[in-house]
Antibody
Framework: QVQLVESGGGVVQPGRSLRISCEAAGFSFSSNVMHWARQVPGKGLEWVARISHDGIYTQYLDSVKGRFLISRDNSKSTVYLQMNSLTTEDTAVYYC????????????WGPGTLVTVSS | EIVMTQTPLLPVTLGQSASISCRSS???????????LSWLHQRPGQPPRLLIYQISYRFSGVPDRFSGSGAGTDFTLKISRVEAEDVGVYYCMQAAQFPWTFGQGTRVDIK
């Protein structure tokens, strides 16, 4: 079955960087678009970034454009989110999610990893 | 950015039906003619789970108690015969244009 497991979250100071990862299993990773979304604890969901199956095309939420970089390593079935110049407003649980292909929906989600930006 | 609006809270009665509404600030009909509106359910402490995609298609394993309808800017998720496991927050999400956006969520709880 499809499994997505995020890792790399933690506490980081404002202005610093952090890279989180999501390892996938149970499906053809290299054929699937992948996403990152986030959720401030107790609040709603926010889509963050998307990467094409081959890593060539990416899209970002405006508030993270230029600071965050989504990438993938298909040989490791892993998608990454490099987060730079972090602010307290980036504090959230970060989820990776698999795209349902041409149906344009998010069909499987990982359990999430908490990123806390605090001095 | 497309803004998605949902009613924040919906008390329901076990065994009865419930309808959750979602309205978008502009039409979700994509240039390819399809409408990319989906519904997700999130229980406390868990990640979201996809229920419905493209307005009305149930995702694999989703009970047929859940159904979606709507068009353009107005959409509805209906739960017939609400069960205790249906509590939680329901989100609509648009994928018609980037950035993809979610409604603020509708919290469903038992009266």
């Amino acid at each position: 079955q499809v499994q997505l497991v995020e890792s790399g979250g933690g506490v980081v100071q404002p202005g610093r960087s952090l890279r989180i990862s999501c390892e996938a299993a149970g499906f053809s990773f290299s054929s699937n678009v992948m996403h990152w979304a986030r959720q401030v604890p107790g609040k709603g969901l926010e889509w963050v970034a998307r990467i094409s199956h081959d890593g060539i095309y990416t899209q970002y939420l405006d508030s993270v454009k230029g600071r965050f970089l989504i990438s993938r390593d298909n040989s490791k079935s892993t998608v990454y989110l490099q987060m730079n110049s972090l602010t307290t407003e980036d504090t959230a649980v970060y989820y990776c999610a698999k795209d349902l292909g041409e149906r344009w929906a998010l069909d499987y989600w990982g359990p999430g990893t908490l990123v806390t930006v605090s001095s | 950015e497309i803004v998605m609006t949902q009613t924040p809270l919906l008390p329901v009665t076990l065994g009865q039906s419930a309808s959750i509404s979602c309205r978008s600030s502009q039409s979700l009909v994509n240039s390819d003619g399809y409408t990319y509106l989906s519904w997700l359910h999130q229980r406390p402490g868990q990640p979201p789970r996809l229920l419905i995609y493209q307005i009305s298609y149930r995702f694999s394993g989703v009970p047929d108690r859940f159904s979606g309808s709507g068009a353009g800017t107005d959409f509805t998720l209906k739960i017939s015969r609400v069960e205790a496991e249906d509590v939680g927050v329901y989100y609509c999400m648009q994928a018609a244009q980037f950035p993809w956006t979610f409604g603020q969520g509708t919290r469903v709880d038992i009266k």
